[in-house]
């Protein structure tokens, strides 16, 4: 039984969203 | 990247500016005046005019300028409060202030409801949320049949859209949300709560000739 994935969860792991990658620019 | 001289560019935010900005967010008057040491960094690196252009803001993501990514450009476009097309010092804080580890989650729920809504509907409409999870499959390489697809957006919407009106609203994305708190760990980053710490060059000269 597959583990029910979340749209979401997999969404939030995008490069995109980790703004903590600023500051270390 | 190409290095500018500080004569190039003002030193600190005009005092009114960081006074106000720290009136009205999180971050204290030091805080915003280190914000802007990062600010001038990312706001120089490519076109030296002070503002954050895209490229600009993709190479601070991602050291590359070029790199095209949906949520990159979602945050881009939230960030840039008067739709312009560049990121100003006052709009960077003012959408960084959201991110604060002390802001209120509500705040949080908000903005990323705004973030997932791509096409600005008032909601998170089925469409939306099966191109975003295209795009992250995209960003990681990863295949799925769009079978896969269907069912990882018919499992969310099961989940979140509470009425089943086939969207999900700003009510219901909170509920979802509230119960969902790792949804919104990229939210929130520690990093605010120190960053005058991660930009001493404003602390080590403050106020004395250069």
Known sequence: ?25 | MGCVSSKQFRRAPPHEDAALLAKETTFSLNEVEALYELFKKISYSIFKDGLIHKEEFQLALFRNSNRKNLFADRIFDLFDLKRNGVIEFEEFVRSLHIFHPDTPMADKIAFAFRLYDLRGTGSIEREELKEMVLAILNESDLLLSDDAVEQIVDQTFKQADLNSDGRIDPDEWKEFASKNPALLKNMTLPYLKDITMSFPSFVVYSGAGD
Do not use: H, K, Q, T
């Open chain 1, 1 to 25: 039984e597959p583990v029910a994935l979340n749209a979401f969860e997999l969404i939030s792991m995008s490069a995109g969203l980790n703004l903590g990658n600023l500051f270390d620019s």
